[in-house]
C-alpha cells in the first residue's frame, strides 16, 4: 500500500465533513422553505376567505357575481359617490378584496380598478391631489381664509380682463362707420320734425281757408295772462283775485306798502336831522342832540319791526320775508353820509340871490 500523507488524510476527512454539514444544513433550509411555503399558501387562503366575507360574495360564485358585489359595495363607499357612508378607509379595503378575488377566479392580469368603476358605475376617479374644492369656483388652495382672499383677487382679475376687453372691442369700430351711421339716425329726425311741421302748417291753412278760425271768441283781442303760483293753493288764489277785481287788497300787500313808507319815513328824519350837524367828528354837544333824535325814532322802528312779524306770518312766499329795521345801522351809515350844514346852504343861496338883484338893477339903470 502506499503511504498517504497525514496532512492529505486530514484535508479529506474535513472536506468529508464539510460536505455532510452543508448536506445537512440544505435539508434544514429545505424544510424551513416548505414550511414558509406552507404557511404562506395558509395566509393566502385566509385572505381569500376574508375578501369574499368582507365582498359578501360565497367561494364558488362567478366573476360577474364579484363584480356585481364590488360595485355595489363602492357606490356607497367611494370618496366621490357622496353618500353619507362614503369612507376611503373602507372603499381601499373592498377594492383590495377585489384584486384578490379576481387574481384568484382567473389567471389573467385583473382590469384596472379605476376603470371598472367609471365603465360600469360611472364615478370618475379623480386623483386626491388634484381634487378641487367645491366652494369658490374650485380656485386657491391651503386654509378656508386664504382661498377666500385667493378668490377675491381672482375675480378682481377676471373683472379687469371683461373691462380690457370691452373697451378693445369698442376702439375697434370703424369711425367713419360710426359717423355715417350718426348723420343718418340725425336725417331720418331731422326729415321726420319737417314732416309733421308741414302737415301741421297745411292743416291751418286750410282751416283758415274754410272760414273756421273766424268769429272766435277773443278774435283780435290779447291773451288773458293768469299768473298762477304754484307755492298757493287754489282756492286762496281764487279769492285774492276776487279781492283784486272788487278793489281789494291782501293783508300782506297793504303791509308791505306801509312798512315800506314808514321805513322812508325814518330815513328822510334822519336825513333831515343830519344836516344840522357839522362834519365827522361830531363834537360832545352835537352827539349828545344826534342820540336824542335817535331815541326818539325807537317807538315808530318798534311799531315797523312789529308789523314785519306780522307781515312774514301772512305773506304766502318765504322768499318775500324781511328781517326787522335795524335803527343803529341805519342811523349810523346816514350819519357817516356827508352833507353840508343847513346855515351854510341858506347862506349861501341868500347871497347868491343878492348878487343876481344887484346885477339886474345895474342893468337896468345903464338902459
Known amino acids: 500500500m502506499t503511504n498517504l500523507d497525514p496532512g492529505f488524510g486530514m484535508f479529506r476527512c474535513f472536506a468529508v465533513m464539510s460536505k455532510a454539514h452543508q448536506a445537512c444544513m440544505g435539508c434544514r433550509y429545505l424544510s424551513v422553505g416548505k414550511r414558509r411555503l406552507v404557511k404562506t399558501a395558509r395566509e393566502i387562503d385566509k385572505d381569500i376567505k376574508k375578501s369574499y366575507c368582507l365582498l359578501g360574495v360565497s367561494e364558488d360564485c362567478e366573476l360577474q357575481e364579484v363584480k356585481e358585489a364590488f360595485l355595489k359595495l363602492a357606490r356607497k363607499y367611494h370618496p366621490d359617490s357622496g353618500s353619507t357612508a362614503a369612507d376611503a378607509t373602507k372603499f381601499d379595503e373592498i377594492k383590495k378584496a ?11 392580469t385583473p382590469a384596472d380598478i379605476n376603470q371598472v368603476i367609471e365603465k360600469d358605475f360611472g364615478i370618475k376617479h379623480t386623483v386626491p391631489q388634484h381634487r378641487q374644492y367645491l366652494n369658490f369656483e374650485g380656485v386657491g388652495y391651503g386654509t378656508p381664509t386664504q382661498r377666500q382672499k385667493q378668490y377675491d383677487r381672482y375675480r378682481v382679475a377676471q373683472a379687469a380682463d ?46 283758415i281757408a274754410k272760414g273756421e278760425f273766424d268769429n272766435l271768441p277773443g278774435f283780435g283781442k290779447p291773451l288773458k295772462y293768469a299768473h298762477e303760483n304754484p ?14 277785481n272788487n278793489g281789494f287788497v291782501p293783508e300782506w ?58 307781515y312774514n306770518m301772512v305773506v304766502p312766499l318765504s322768499s318775500k320775508q324781511q328781517v326787522h329795521f335795524q335803527l343803529a345801522q341805519v342811523s349810523e351809515k346816514v350819519l357817516n353820509t356827508p352833507v353840508e350844514k343847513k346855515g351854510k346852504s341858506k347862506g ?18 345903464e338902459k
Open 98 to 108: 377585489y384584486h384578490t378575488i379576481r387574481a384568484h377566479l382567473s389567471e389573467d
Open 162 to 207: 371683461r373691462v380690457f376687453e370691452y373697451r378693445t372691442c369698442k376702439a375697434k369700430k370703424d369711425d367713419k362707420t360710426t359717423l355715417v351711421q350718426h348723420d343718418a339716425t340725425l336725417a331720418r329726425q331731422y326729415k321726420t320734425t319737417q314732416a309733421i311741421e308741414r302737415l301741421v302748417e297745411d292743416l291751418i291753412q286750410e282751416s
Open 231 to 244: 307755492f298757493v293753493d287754489s282756492m286762496t288764489q281764487k279769492l285774492n283775485q276776487v279781492l283784486i
Open 253 to 310: 300787500v297793504m303791509l308791505e306798502k306801509e312798512i315800506s313808507e314808514e321805513k322812508q319815513q325814518v330815513r328822510k328824519t334822519l336825513l333831515a336831522e343830519r344836516v344840522k350837524f357839522g362834519p365827522l367828528p361830531l363834537d360832545l354837544d352835537e352827539r349828545q342832540r344826534w342820540d336824542r333824535v335817535i331815541e326818539q325814532l325807537r317807538k315808530p322802528v318798534s311799531s315797523i319791526n312789529r308789523k314785519i312779524d306780522k
Open 348 to 365: 349861501f343861496t341868500q347871497k347868491a340871490a343878492t348878487d343876481c338883484e344887484k346885477g339886474l338893477l345895474a342893468l337896468l339903470l
